[in-house]
């Protein structure tokens, strides 16, 4: 370093002077890592990869940027962390495909989980048969694909396995056991602001970029019953489920015919209960293959070269063909297709992986809706009553996303993205959604190749001509 550039550091700003002048190296201070601490307030900066969070390549704009920070009074309450680069919320897959992308990049990120492991929904909140509906290549996420021995459905351990491969191959390291309160935008200063509790602390993460990666499957959706609480019997949500071994001889209510209603019912029949499914509405059922092929790979390929409501109808005729009529079981049809049902309102159909023949030999009984419940009964809207011992509510689950991101376009009340797929990656002043496509999997691969693309062309065209000034 240049002995006039040191001067011009050294006049800058005090938090980073000492920093820039003892890099023994004289690197690149988009390279530095430090932390500094301000007794008596234990106000702390991480300054990664200092100089590209300026967010421009003067620095007397970052130093007054910071200043404007500092000028904030609530900022010393709390220990402060500055991030040279996105902050990515949720270490799930989405989260996970993000880091890596970012990784591939060069390109410094911190992500925050507020579980103590990565994929907590996949490692503790499904249940223990549960294997991918999807056949692997379509579930993998972007730059790893599966172990060749791996089978066509992988199950929840081995992707469990797989991620915590693809944790360390890419050298990703969240920061656990961190929950989010709230992140909002500082117009004053033009950076994200992002508050967690931490061992009952709260800290807070300056960055430039946020991305939004904690899914459509945060949080569980309960719905209030009339009368639930004096059932009196047993009462959980599926996330809580892990097998019917406890239910052998039971007569247990589901509530909920979706994937995980199916499964749960399949697996209480395997372990000897006896399960009643509620089903209020229409959902699609389709077989998970057709002559040995996979559905959704062949829907895929349908729609490569038919338009989506013919690939419906062909698909719907094959599901006659091979599931038969379902109505005289009480399950119906919607009138939408169901991949025009899937990309509008993001209703998943069922695969059947067994189920299906459960319910036509009377192992699983279908019912109606509920009207209310009562002391070891429940009421159905069709005025029967049935005595049941146990309820396992399969109602799904939803984003938790309006709980904590303040003022953001991108996102409705809903806790979604806006604007539809392809659309509704990438929102205003640097916050991006990945995880929400409503396509699984490989639609939380595609967007988080395109946000760590984004992200990494605007790092590098402002870290690069830094990095030449300061060598």
Not at 88 to 104: D, E, F, K, N, T
Not at 221 to 233: H, M, N, R, S
């Amino acid at each position: 370093m240049s002995q006039s550039h040191a001067s011009l550091v050294a006049n800058s700003h005090p938090i980073y002077t000492s920093a820039i002048l003892s890099n023994p190296f004289h690197t690149c201070p988009s390279s530095l890592i430090f932390s500094l601490e301000f007794y008596p307030i234990h106000f702390t900066f991480v300054f990664s990869h200092l100089m590209h969070c300026a967010c421009s390549v003067n620095l007397n704009h970052f130093q007054a940027m910071v200043q404007q920070a500092l000028d904030h009074s609530d900022l010393f309450s709390r220990r402060c962390i500055v991030v040279n680069g996105p902050v990515i919320i949720g270490a799930g897959p989405s989260g996970l495909a993000v880091g890596a992308g970012l990784r591939q990049q060069g390109v410094p990120f911190v992500i925050l989980e507020r579980a103590d492991c990565i994929a907590s929904l996949w490692k503790n909140k499904t249940y223990d048969r549960l294997k991918l509906h999807l056949p692997k290549q379509f579930c993998q996420l972007p730059f790893f694909p599966f172990p060749p021995n791996f089978p066509e459905y992988p199950s929840k351990y081995q992707f469990v396995d797989y991620l915590e491969s693809y944790t360390k191959k890419f050298e990703i390291n969240p920061r656990f056991n961190e929950s989010v309160q709230s992140a909002k935008y500082d117009e004053v200063c033009g950076l994200w602001r992002v508050r967690t509790v931490v061992n009952d602390c709260e800290v807070e993460y300056i960055c430039r970029w946020l991305v939004v990666a904690t899914g459509e499957n945060a949080d569980k959706v309960v719905p209030a019953f009339e009368g639930l609480d004096e059932f009196g019997g047993h009462v959980m949500h599926a996330c809580d489920y892990r097998s019917g071994e406890q239910y052998e001889g039971k007569k247990v209510l589901v509530v909920g015919c979706g994937n995980s209603g199916m499964e749960v019912c399949l697996d209480l029949c395997h372990h000897n209960a006896f399960p009643s499914m509620v089903v209020r509405s229409a959902v699609h059922v389709l077989p998970r293959e057709i002559a040995g092929k996979s559905t959704f790979e062949l829907a895929t390929t349908l729609m490569k070269w038919l338009p989506l409501n013919m690939t419906d109808k062909i698909l719907l005729i094959l599901a006659r063909i091979t599931l038969g009529n379902l109505e005289k079981y009480g399950i119906k049809r919607p009138l939408m297709g169901p991949l025009e049902l899937k990309n509008t309102i993001g209703k998943t159909p069922v695969l059947d992986i067994g189920a299906l023949q459960k319910i036509k030999s009377g192992n699983i009984q279908i019912v109606p809706g509920i009207k209310k419940f009562s002391r070891g009964c429940v009421e159905l809207v069709d005025g029967r009553n049935l005595d049941i011992d146990s309820v396992i509510l399969a109602t799904g689950y939803c984003s938790n996303v309006p709980s904590w991101l303040k003022e953001s376009d991108l996102f409705s009340k809903e806790g979604m993205p806006t604007t539809s797929f392809p659309e509704g990656w990438k929102g205003k002043c640097g916050v991006y959604a990945v995880g929400f496509t409503r396509r699984g999997l490989s639609g939380a691969s595609f967007d988080a190749i395109r946000v760590s693309q984004d992200i990494a062309k605007i790092w590098n065209q402002e870290t690069r001509p830094l990095c030449h000034s300061f060598m």
